[in-house]
């Protein structure tokens, strides 16, 4: 029950009174240390007390939870050295970490506890010591990856094509070699080694993907943008094409070009991953996610049906005349895709002079440029333009939610030896098994010294009010001479108090 009533004093919304129930029912634990104390019994959802505050972004109780948890070692004048209990809070020894769940969040308050002490102090040590290097070897060493595969596509196996052309249109020259004659030569063997460097390298990225997929879930792992989900989706898919190639490499099928040039695309692409360890190309990387699976895939449902119904009317006014004239339109899907590059404005309206064109097609094409040209595509300019307006105000947030999840993640894939756990054991200093992070903090001596004159201020303002309440003690007169004589004593006690104060601001001056 007390664990309960805990949970829910973490949900209020009046800090200042769930902070002092939550000490007070603290106080009758029996067991305020080990496995038995009520801070450490989780919820339905494997969330203690604390990892609930962060989750659900109350700051003003994540901050009084750290202030109890924290050991004071020394301190001499400004300066002071504090332990923190990082036990929680690190994600080397927690299955559901801490820092994974504030990033996973989809509310905004939780990601400021990301710049709260010793969170922020801890993100960048793992960052700055172990996250960096390794992060940006990944990405050279992904890079010299693409390149390889790359390599093996430009120089993969043709040989000159030997039938007959069908049509007119035909204009295929080469063919794909069989299985038999695709390793002949040295250069095939050449190839043939960055082959299966390439299939070996999708093999890891599935072994390395489904185990977080399994872990995480697949809605959670696919649909946080921060923890990087499409990335997730363009590196899966772009394994799984490199396997239905090998196979019908194997198979001597034709057509491997399709999934080839698919995970070409993909792999490439996936490069934008690598931006999120740089703070001036992180946050582009999210309004790039945000515009694609937000507003042009909202645009796309309105820009597929102005295509289909314009491009049935291109294909309507040509059908009866010499596709050899104008060919942009021969057929159906030949005229889906020129209304499409009409949209765009990749290309602009075909038309051949040297014949009559039909009489609709002007008044259809009139139609279609205003519609397309004018007023759609300067809608989804204004849809991008506002989310990169959203996303702008919070690029410095974004980025440090993003080196979060970097650094989670790695930490998770590399093995122990090449990333021991951060912080001091609190056995060192006596304090048990807990893992703690040394910080050392220092006050503004102009701000400790406004301190010191705001508590000189009080003091003399407490010790004029307690003489002249001795004074109202000891006087027997009427209410009325009572009031006049309080009125006074607050005016002279106010203007003594002040001058006592401004003394002491001129001498310390």
Wanted: glycine letters at 6%.
């Amino acid at each position: 029950i007390g664990n309960t009533v805990l949970h829910i004093l973490v949900l209020q919304p009046n800090k200042t009174f769930a902070c002092h129930m939550y000490s007070l029912i603290l106080s009758y634990d029996r067991n305020k240390e080990g496995p038995g104390s009520l801070e450490l019994i989780p919820n339905n959802e494997g969330l203690s007390p604390f990892k609930l505050a962060g989750v659900e972004g109350n700051t003003v109780m994540f901050q009084y939870l750290m202030q109890k948890r924290k050991q004071n070692l020394w301190s001499f004048g400004p300066l002071s050295t504090v332990l923190y209990d990082i036990t929680e809070i690190d994600s080397w020894a927690e299955d559901q970490s801490f820092l994974e769940l504030i990033v996973s969040t989809k509310k905004r308050e939780a990601r400021q506890i990301l710049d709260l002490t010793p969170v922020k102090e801890l993100v960048s040590l793992k960052w700055n010591m172990y996250g960096r290097p390794y992060f940006c070897f990944l990405a050279l060493f992904y890079i010299l990856y693409m390149v390889c595969f790359t390599m093996c596509c430009v120089y993969r196996p043709l040989k000159p094509r030997t039938g007959n052309r069908t049509s007119s249109r035909d204009n295929t020259l080469y063919v794909q070699k069989m299985l038999q004659e695709s390793y002949v030569a040295y250069e095939d063997e050449l190839r043939l080694v960055g082959e299966l460097i390439t299939v070996i390298g999708a093999v890891v990225i599935l072994v390395l993907e489904i185990p977080d997929i399994l872990r995480v879930g697949a809605a959670k792992y696919f649909g946080q943008t921060i923890l990087g989900g499409p990335f997730h989706i363009i590196v899966i898919t772009y394994a799984c094409m490199i396997l239905v190639t090998m196979v019908m490499r194997l198979t001597s099928t034709t057509g491997e070009v399709v999934p080839m040039s698919f995970a070409l695309v993909l792999g490439w692409c996936n490069v934008m991953y690598f931006a999120r360890g740089f703070q001036m190309l992180g946050p582009f990387t999210i309004m790039i996610q945000k515009m694609i699976f937000g507003d042009l895939m909202r645009f796309c449902w309105l820009m597929a049906v102005v295509i289909l119904g314009f491009a049935s009317a291109f294909y309507i006014i040509f059908q009866t005349e010499n596709p050899e004239n104008l060919g942009q339109f021969y057929n159906y899907p030949m005229s889906l895709f020129t209304t499409f590059e009409l949209f765009l404005t990749i290309i602009d309206g075909p038309a051949n002079y040297d014949v009559d064109l039909p009489f609709m097609y002007s008044v259809v094409y009139f139609a279609f440029a205003i519609i397309a040209t004018l007023l759609m595509l300067n809608l989804l300019i204004a849809m991008m333009g506002d989310t990169h307006w959203r996303v702008a105000h919070e690029q410095d947030e974004l980025w440090r939610a993003q080196v979060v999840a970097t650094t989670v993640m790695l930490e998770r894939k590399l093995p122990r030896c090449l990333w021991p756990r951060s912080g001091i054991c609190g056995r060192e200093f006596g304090l048990g098994d807990r893992w703690y992070l040394r910080i050392e903090d220092r006050i503004d001596p102009n701000k400790h010294k406004m301190m010191r004159y705001t508590e000189a201020f009080k003091v003399q303002d407490r010790d004029n009010y307690d003489k002249g309440s001795e004074k109202l003690e000891t006087n027997g007169d009427t209410l009325c001479k009572k009031e006049m004589s309080a009125l006074s004593l607050s005016r002279s006690t106010s203007r003594t108090s002040s001058h006592r104060g401004w003394e002491i601001l001129r001498r310390n001056t």
